[in-house]
């Protein structure tokens, strides 16, 4: 279920197949999943559940998926050096430079001005987009919330550690911290930085995938009690 949620498998069209979540066969499309996943994680590519590949899988995560679903080829799209687009590149529309974004109501205040300097690190790095706060939640480009559970939209929480926060390509605009989470702002041990995470969903706000620089933001993988610009 992990691989299929992260872009790595997908049962839907195998025939031999019934009940995924019931089928513990282990056979050439788990085992090519498995690769895949090793391969992208710069792990040993054994194609076997072993302890490393164990160990990166717990590990708290952006919920976004790192790729398209049944891909196992070892070249990402548009792979170019720190970053990647989205598949099919989707982005605001031509002119559109400027975004608006807002908290919803059970955002907590204390954290409203690390993401707003998140924003504004944004701005400075794309030398494009400028950002401002908008009066209300319905009318933002960007709409930023706590929340917990599932939401409906394929990606649910899954409470303390594995997702801590997703949020959707252009022109989406929704961004999702999980409520479950210890959050706080800068190194603390074991909790996430809100900034940090920020400066990661925004970059999937404005239309970045996941890259496969383990020093690039858009990392998919946190540590707790660590911060990352």
Same mark, same amino acid.
């Given at each position: 279920?992990?691989?299929?949620?992260?872009?790595?498998?997908?049962?839907?069209?195998?025939?031999?197949?019934?009940? %995924?979540? *019931? $089928? $513990?066969?282990?056979?050439? *499309?788990?085992?090519?999943?498995?690769?895949?996943?090793?391969?992208?994680?710069?792990?040993?590519?054994?194609?076997?559940?072993? /302890? %490393?590949?164990?160990? +990166?899988?717990?590990?708290?995560?952006?919920?976004?998926? $790192? +790729? /398209?679903?049944?891909?196992?080829?070892? +070249?990402?799209?548009?792979? !170019? =050096?720190?970053?990647?687009?989205?598949?099919?590149?989707?982005?605001?529309?031509?002119?559109?430079?400027?975004?608006?974004?807002? #908290?919803?109501?059970?955002?907590?205040?204390? #954290?409203?001005?690390? !993401? /707003? &300097?998140?924003? &504004? +690190?944004?701005?400075?790095?794309?030398?494009?987009?400028? #950002?401002?706060?908008? *009066?209300?939640?319905? =009318?933002?480009?960007?709409?930023?919330?706590? =929340?917990?559970?599932?939401?409906?939209?394929? #990606?649910?929480?899954?409470? %303390?550690?594995? !997702?801590?926060?997703?949020?959707?390509?252009?022109? $989406?605009? &929704?961004?999702?911290?999980?409520?479950?989470?210890?959050? !706080?702002?800068?190194?603390?041990?074991?909790?996430?930085?809100?900034?940090?995470?920020?400066?990661?969903?925004?970059?999937?706000?404005?239309?970045?995938?996941?890259?496969?620089?383990?020093?690039?933001?858009?990392?998919?993988?946190?540590?707790?009690?660590?911060?990352?610009?």
């Amino acid at each position: 279920m992990y691989l299929s949620h992260f872009g790595y498998l997908n049962y839907q069209n195998a025939p031999n197949v019934t009940n %995924p979540n *019931e $089928d $513990d066969h282990f056979d050439e *499309e788990l085992e090519a999943a498995i690769k895949s996943y090793q391969d992208y994680y710069y792990l040993n590519v054994t194609g076997t559940l072993d /302890e %490393p590949t164990v160990s +990166k899988m717990v590990m708290p995560r952006c919920g976004f998926p $790192d +790729k /398209e679903t049944h891909q196992h080829n070892h +070249k990402p799209l548009n792979f !170019v =050096s720190h970053y990647r687009y989205f598949p099919g590149r989707p982005k605001w529309p031509k002119g559109k430079r400027h975004l608006t974004y807002a #908290f919803g109501f059970r955002f907590p205040t204390r #954290f409203i001005p690390a !993401v /707003e &300097r998140a924003f &504004r +690190k944004w701005a400075i790095a794309s030398r494009y987009f400028t #950002f401002s706060r908008a *009066e209300s939640l319905l =009318s933002a480009d960007l709409q930023i919330s706590f =929340s917990r559970g599932n939401l409906g939209d394929g #990606f649910p929480f899954d409470g %303390p550690g594995g !997702v801590l926060a997703y949020a959707f390509g252009p022109t $989406d605009g &929704r961004f999702y911290y999980d409520a479950d989470e210890n959050w !706080v702002v800068g190194a603390v041990p074991n909790a996430y930085d809100i900034e940090t995470i920020a400066l990661h969903e925004i970059g999937h706000l404005l239309g970045l995938d996941h890259s496969r620089n383990k020093y690039a933001i858009m990392w998919p993988t946190f540590d707790s009690s660590v911060t990352k610009g």
